[in-house]
Protein backbone atom coordinates (compact mmCIF):
# COMPACT_ATOMS: atom_id res chain seq x y z
CA UNK A 1 0.00 0.00 0.00
CA UNK A 2 1.60 3.45 -0.65
CA UNK A 3 -0.75 5.08 1.31
CA UNK A 4 -3.32 6.23 -1.79
CA UNK A 5 -6.32 3.97 -1.77
CA UNK A 6 -8.76 4.16 -4.71
CA UNK A 7 -11.84 2.40 -5.24
CA UNK A 8 -12.95 0.46 -7.06
CA UNK A 9 -10.19 -1.32 -8.66
CA UNK A 10 -11.91 -2.38 -12.15
CA UNK A 11 -15.58 -0.61 -13.12
CA UNK A 12 -17.28 -1.66 -15.95
CA UNK A 13 -20.01 1.14 -16.85
CA UNK A 14 -22.66 1.64 -19.84
CA UNK A 15 -22.75 4.82 -21.90
CA UNK A 16 -25.35 6.37 -20.05
CA UNK A 17 -24.57 5.30 -16.34
CA UNK A 18 -23.43 7.52 -13.57
CA UNK A 19 -20.91 6.37 -11.40
CA UNK A 20 -17.87 7.49 -9.12
CA UNK A 21 -13.96 7.49 -8.71
CA UNK A 22 -12.77 7.91 -4.95
CA UNK A 23 -9.17 8.32 -3.96
CA UNK A 24 -8.16 8.98 -0.28
CA UNK A 25 -4.68 9.46 1.13
CA UNK A 26 -3.51 9.74 4.81
CA UNK A 27 -0.17 11.29 4.38
CA UNK A 28 -0.92 14.69 5.21
CA UNK A 29 -0.47 15.80 1.80
CA UNK A 30 -2.11 19.04 0.59
CA UNK A 31 -2.31 18.57 -3.61
CA UNK A 32 -4.08 15.84 -5.26
CA UNK A 33 -4.33 14.91 -8.81
CA UNK A 34 -6.43 12.83 -11.36
CA UNK A 35 -4.51 10.98 -14.63
CA UNK A 36 -5.35 9.29 -17.20
CA UNK A 37 -3.55 6.54 -18.50
CA UNK A 38 -4.26 5.00 -21.54
CA UNK A 39 -2.33 2.31 -23.62
CA UNK A 40 0.88 3.64 -25.85
CA UNK A 41 0.18 7.27 -24.70
CA UNK A 42 2.22 9.42 -22.24
CA UNK A 43 0.17 10.27 -18.89
CA UNK A 44 -2.71 12.32 -18.85
CA UNK A 45 -2.85 15.24 -16.27
CA UNK A 46 -6.76 15.78 -15.71
CA UNK A 47 -7.36 17.94 -12.72
CA UNK A 48 -4.80 19.57 -9.85
CA UNK A 49 -6.27 20.07 -6.34
CA UNK A 50 -4.13 21.92 -3.88
CA UNK A 51 -5.86 22.75 -0.48
CA UNK A 52 -9.24 21.48 -1.63
CA UNK A 53 -9.12 24.54 -4.52
CA UNK A 54 -8.45 23.25 -8.26
CA UNK A 55 -6.05 24.71 -9.45
CA UNK A 56 -5.58 23.54 -12.98
CA UNK A 57 -7.96 21.60 -15.48
CA UNK A 58 -6.35 20.42 -18.56
CA UNK A 59 -9.52 20.79 -20.91
CA UNK A 60 -10.91 17.89 -19.88
CA UNK A 61 -14.47 17.13 -21.23
CA UNK A 62 -17.41 18.02 -18.54
CA UNK A 63 -18.64 14.24 -19.00
CA UNK A 64 -15.53 14.14 -15.70
CA UNK A 65 -16.44 16.09 -12.82
CA UNK A 66 -14.06 16.47 -10.04
CA UNK A 67 -14.90 17.15 -6.17
CA UNK A 68 -12.46 17.79 -3.12
CA UNK A 69 -13.99 17.49 -0.35
CA UNK A 70 -11.13 17.97 2.07
CA UNK A 71 -7.29 17.41 1.56
CA UNK A 72 -7.76 13.56 2.09
CA UNK A 73 -10.54 13.23 -0.49
CA UNK A 74 -10.85 13.24 -4.55
CA UNK A 75 -13.72 11.91 -6.11
CA UNK A 76 -13.89 12.08 -10.03
CA UNK A 77 -17.53 11.84 -11.02
CA UNK A 78 -18.26 10.18 -14.33
CA UNK A 79 -21.55 10.76 -16.57
CA UNK A 80 -22.36 9.91 -20.12
CA UNK A 81 -19.38 8.55 -20.90
CA UNK A 82 -17.79 7.19 -24.30
CA UNK A 83 -16.13 3.79 -25.35
CA UNK A 84 -12.72 6.08 -26.05
CA UNK A 85 -12.90 7.04 -21.53
CA UNK A 86 -11.57 3.42 -20.73
CA UNK A 87 -8.37 3.68 -19.34
CA UNK A 88 -6.70 3.59 -16.35
CA UNK A 89 -7.29 6.19 -14.08
CA UNK A 90 -4.92 7.20 -11.83
CA UNK A 91 -5.34 9.61 -8.12
CA UNK A 92 -1.94 10.35 -7.07
CA UNK A 93 -1.20 13.28 -4.17
CA UNK A 94 2.13 15.35 -2.97
CA UNK A 95 3.21 17.43 -0.18
CA UNK A 96 2.34 20.35 -2.48
CA UNK A 97 2.53 21.53 -6.13
CA UNK A 98 6.47 21.47 -6.10
CA UNK A 99 6.48 18.10 -5.56
CA UNK A 100 9.51 18.20 -4.20
CA UNK A 101 11.61 15.57 -2.65
CA UNK A 102 9.22 12.55 -2.53
CA UNK A 103 7.68 13.51 -5.58
CA UNK A 104 4.44 12.10 -6.32
CA UNK A 105 2.38 9.55 -4.68
CA UNK A 106 0.34 7.40 -6.69
CA UNK A 107 -2.66 5.07 -6.16
CA UNK A 108 -3.04 1.69 -7.71
CA UNK A 109 -5.82 3.28 -9.84
CA UNK A 110 -9.50 2.25 -11.49
CA UNK A 111 -9.76 0.20 -14.15
CA UNK A 112 -12.75 1.91 -16.40
CA UNK A 113 -14.38 0.18 -19.35
CA UNK A 114 -16.89 2.08 -20.86
CA UNK A 115 -19.78 -0.23 -22.90
CA UNK B 1 7.18 16.14 -30.57
CA UNK B 2 6.40 15.02 -27.23
CA UNK B 3 8.23 16.88 -24.36
CA UNK B 4 9.08 13.79 -22.93
CA UNK B 5 10.44 11.02 -25.03
CA UNK B 6 11.45 7.10 -24.33
CA UNK B 7 11.73 4.42 -26.54
CA UNK B 8 8.64 1.89 -25.96
CA UNK B 9 10.62 -1.32 -24.84
CA UNK B 10 13.87 -2.72 -24.10
CA UNK B 11 14.66 -6.07 -23.17
CA UNK B 12 17.92 -7.73 -21.61
CA UNK B 13 19.19 -10.98 -19.82
CA UNK B 14 19.13 -11.57 -15.96
CA UNK B 15 22.05 -10.38 -14.32
CA UNK B 16 22.73 -7.89 -17.49
CA UNK B 17 22.70 -4.01 -16.71
CA UNK B 18 19.83 -1.69 -18.35
CA UNK B 19 20.04 1.14 -19.50
CA UNK B 20 16.85 3.32 -19.89
CA UNK B 21 17.12 6.69 -21.60
CA UNK B 22 14.91 9.47 -21.76
CA UNK B 23 15.05 13.20 -23.34
CA UNK B 24 12.83 16.14 -22.70
CA UNK B 25 12.63 19.42 -24.50
CA UNK B 26 12.03 22.01 -21.47
CA UNK B 27 15.50 23.64 -20.94
CA UNK B 28 14.22 25.14 -17.01
CA UNK B 29 13.03 21.57 -16.21
CA UNK B 30 14.27 21.55 -12.62
CA UNK B 31 13.56 18.05 -11.06
CA UNK B 32 13.85 14.97 -13.21
CA UNK B 33 12.02 11.77 -12.08
CA UNK B 34 12.18 7.71 -12.42
CA UNK B 35 8.73 5.88 -11.52
CA UNK B 36 8.22 2.71 -12.15
CA UNK B 37 4.49 0.57 -13.12
CA UNK B 38 4.77 -2.99 -12.13
CA UNK B 39 1.26 -4.68 -13.77
CA UNK B 40 -1.90 -3.59 -11.79
CA UNK B 41 -0.54 -1.10 -9.84
CA UNK B 42 0.17 2.94 -9.66
CA UNK B 43 3.36 4.70 -10.68
CA UNK B 44 6.18 4.12 -7.54
CA UNK B 45 8.59 6.83 -7.66
CA UNK B 46 12.45 4.98 -7.71
CA UNK B 47 14.57 8.08 -7.74
CA UNK B 48 14.60 11.69 -8.65
CA UNK B 49 17.86 14.04 -9.46
CA UNK B 50 18.03 17.84 -9.44
CA UNK B 51 19.55 19.50 -12.61
CA UNK B 52 22.03 21.02 -11.20
CA UNK B 53 23.66 17.15 -10.50
CA UNK B 54 24.77 14.97 -13.56
CA UNK B 55 24.93 11.90 -11.48
CA UNK B 56 23.27 9.92 -8.56
CA UNK B 57 23.43 6.61 -7.46
CA UNK B 58 21.56 4.60 -5.21
CA UNK B 59 22.22 1.10 -5.01
CA UNK B 60 21.86 -0.96 -7.84
CA UNK B 61 20.25 2.30 -9.72
CA UNK B 62 22.61 4.88 -11.83
CA UNK B 63 20.98 8.23 -12.62
CA UNK B 64 22.97 10.01 -15.36
CA UNK B 65 21.75 14.03 -16.32
CA UNK B 66 22.87 15.31 -19.57
CA UNK B 67 21.69 18.65 -19.10
CA UNK B 68 23.11 20.19 -22.12
CA UNK B 69 21.96 17.41 -24.68
CA UNK B 70 18.72 17.28 -22.24
CA UNK B 71 19.25 13.40 -21.84
CA UNK B 72 18.75 11.06 -19.10
CA UNK B 73 19.18 8.19 -17.96
CA UNK B 74 18.01 4.97 -15.61
CA UNK B 75 20.80 1.98 -15.31
CA UNK B 76 19.88 -0.73 -13.34
CA UNK B 77 22.59 -3.03 -12.36
CA UNK B 78 22.26 -6.48 -12.51
CA UNK B 79 18.83 -6.82 -13.87
CA UNK B 80 16.45 -9.39 -12.25
CA UNK B 81 13.07 -10.46 -13.63
CA UNK B 82 11.47 -8.89 -10.59
CA UNK B 83 12.88 -5.35 -12.27
CA UNK B 84 10.18 -6.12 -15.05
CA UNK B 85 7.82 -3.47 -15.20
CA UNK B 86 7.46 -0.31 -17.25
CA UNK B 87 9.31 3.14 -16.63
CA UNK B 88 8.12 6.30 -16.87
CA UNK B 89 10.85 9.32 -16.96
CA UNK B 90 9.15 12.71 -16.15
CA UNK B 91 10.57 16.31 -15.78
CA UNK B 92 9.23 19.05 -14.37
CA UNK B 93 9.52 22.90 -13.96
CA UNK B 94 8.51 25.92 -12.52
CA UNK B 95 4.68 27.34 -13.84
CA UNK B 96 2.95 29.40 -12.15
CA UNK B 97 4.29 28.62 -9.16
CA UNK B 98 4.16 24.69 -9.48
CA UNK B 99 6.16 22.08 -10.16
CA UNK B 100 3.60 19.75 -11.84
CA UNK B 101 5.36 16.59 -14.12
CA UNK B 102 5.26 15.70 -17.79
CA UNK B 103 5.56 12.42 -18.56
CA UNK B 104 6.85 10.05 -21.24
CA UNK B 105 4.90 6.91 -22.47
CA UNK B 106 7.54 4.64 -20.33
CA UNK B 107 9.64 2.19 -21.25
CA UNK B 108 8.36 -1.23 -21.10
CA UNK B 109 11.52 -3.52 -19.49
CA UNK B 110 11.19 -7.25 -20.01
CA UNK B 111 13.75 -9.15 -18.28
CA UNK B 112 14.52 -12.93 -19.28
CA UNK B 113 16.28 -15.61 -17.83
Known amino acids: ETGVTQTPRHLVMGMTNKKSLKCEQHLGHNAMYWYKQSAKKPLELMFVYSLEERVENNSVPSRFSPECPNSSHLFLHLHTLQPEDSALYLC??????????????FGSGTRLTVV | GEDVEQSLFLSVREGDSSVINCTYTDSSSTYLYWYKQEPGAGLQLLTY?????DMKQDQRLTVLLNKKDKHLSLRIADTQTGDSAIYFCAESAPSGGSYIPTFGRGTSLIVHP
Open chain 1, 92 to 105: ASSQDLMGRNYGYT
Open chain 2, 49 to 53: IFSNM
